[in-house]
């Protein structure tokens, strides 16, 4: 969805840089996956196809921040108690 975003804070030596991976466009999403010792993060389209991946080694990979956006029930609005509707 499109605001879903991931920090990845990684060991770089001396210092830690830390690097973002957003959806940047409606009906696009953000994956991880880790696999043999590389993480991977990807966006994602609706249909599957990968737009762009950001690889990190494992070991280096210090935190990893899945940051969602909140998504909204329809089940908490009873119907008709629209909130936009006046």
């Known amino acids: 969805m499109k605001g879903d ?17 957003v959806a940047s466009r409606a009906g696009r999403r953000v994956e991880t996956a880790v696999r043999r ?17 950001a690889r990190f080694m494992a070991t280096r990979v210090l ?3 899945e940051q969602p956006v909140p998504r909204e029930d329809p089940s908490e609005h009873p119907v008709g108690d629209d909130p936009g509707v006046r």
């Open 5 to 21: 975003r991931v920090e990845i804070v990684v060991d770089a030596g001396d210092t830690t840089r830390t690097y973002e991976v």
């Open 37 to 53: 010792g590389v993480v991977e993060v990807s966006e994602v389209t609706r249909s599957g196809s990968v737009v762009r991946t």
């Open 63 to 65: 935190a990893l921040v």
